[in-house]
């Protein structure tokens, strides 16, 4: 059974640790150890977690897309985990209660998409790559996401056209499309909110790196 990360106040932190919750001082998180029951921690179960997505390291992906606006083109960036990134699994409700999310390992790497939170040294680091790569609005799909802007007219240019149609930038479906993105290696960890999905392999071997 996968590892349960409660969330525990600060207040009541004693509670948690005199019913047999542990403390993880590298995560800096209380969970339930192996052979405990998670059930009687329920009020700290984590339902509505701040990051969903966590890497001992990431990549700044660079890829070029055509503008819809000015029809040029102009790079766009993503984030790229490798593989071992672990994915927040939400709990479901079992008819009674909602059980415990938990942390998960993921055997391939993603593109993530739709990035609506994340630390200031991972911003720091695309913006490095791409200076207009900014926190904005989407009318398409109502909430505020990192973005990716044209570098001639400044457009927005939203993750759907990019991530999720059959011919975006981020999809590559041949060795050829793969050797035109650029991995940048960052040192450090990723963690944010964000969407991702399982690809399996993205011809990560064949993209360029810098
Ligand atoms: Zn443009």
Same mark, same amino acid.
């Given at each position: 059974? !996968?590892?349960?990360?409660?969330?525990?106040? &600060?207040? +009541?932190? =004693?509670?948690? /640790?005199? @019913?047999?919750?542990? *403390?993880?001082?590298?995560?800096?998180?209380?969970?339930?150890?192996?052979?405990?029951?998670?059930?009687?921690?329920?009020?700290?179960?984590?339902?509505?977690?701040?990051?969903?997505?966590?890497?001992?390291?990431?990549?700044?992906?660079?890829?070029?897309?055509?503008?819809?606006?000015?029809?040029?083109?102009?790079?766009?960036?993503?984030?790229?985990? !490798?593989?071992?990134?672990?994915?927040?699994? &939400?709990? +479901?409700? =079992?008819?009674? /209660?909602? @059980?415990?999310?938990? *942390?998960?390992?993921?055997?391939?790497?993603?593109?993530v998409h739709y990035v609506e939170h994340?630390?200031?040294?991972?911003?720091?680091?695309?913006?490095?790559?791409?200076?207009?790569?900014?926190?904005?609005?989407?009318?398409?799909?109502?909430?505020?996401?990192?973005?990716?802007?044209?570098?001639?007219?400044?457009?927005?240019?939203?993750?759907?056209?990019?991530?999720?149609e059959v011919d975006g930038a981020f999809?590559?479906?041949?060795?050829?499309?793969?050797?035109?993105?650029?991995?940048?290696?960052?040192?450090?960890?990723?963690?944010?909110?964000?969407?991702?999905?399982?690809?399996?392999?993205?011809?990560?071997?064949?993209?360029?790196?810098?």
């Amino acid at each position: 059974m !996968p590892r349960v990360d409660l969330s525990v106040p &600060f207040s +009541e932190k =004693d509670e948690a /640790r005199s @019913l047999g919750a542990r *403390w993880d001082a590298r995560r800096k998180v209380w969970f339930v150890p192996d052979g405990v029951d998670p059930g009687r921690f329920g009020k700290w179960f984590i339902l509505e977690p701040e990051i969903n997505l966590r890497a001992s390291s990431y990549f700044v992906v660079e890829a070029a897309a055509m503008c819809w606006k000015c029809h040029e083109s102009t790079s766009v960036v993503s984030f790229m985990l !490798p593989p071992g990134y672990e994915v927040f699994q &939400f709990g +479901e409700f =079992d008819g009674e /209660r909602t @059980l415990p999310g938990f *942390w998960s390992t993921m055997p391939d790497p993603t593109i993530v998409h739709y990035v609506e939170h994340i630390p200031p040294a991972v911003a720091d680091r695309a913006m490095q790559v791409k200076r207009n790569y900014q926190r904005n609005f989407s009318k398409t799909t109502s909430s505020a996401y990192w973005m990716n802007h044209c570098d001639h007219c400044g457009a927005k240019q939203g993750d759907f056209f990019l991530h999720c149609e059959v011919d975006g930038a981020f999809q590559p479906w041949e060795e050829e499309d793969a050797a035109r993105m650029v991995l940048h290696a960052c040192a450090g960890p990723f963690e944010g909110y964000a969407s991702w999905a399982m690809f399996g392999d993205f011809f990560m071997g064949s993209m360029q790196r810098r």
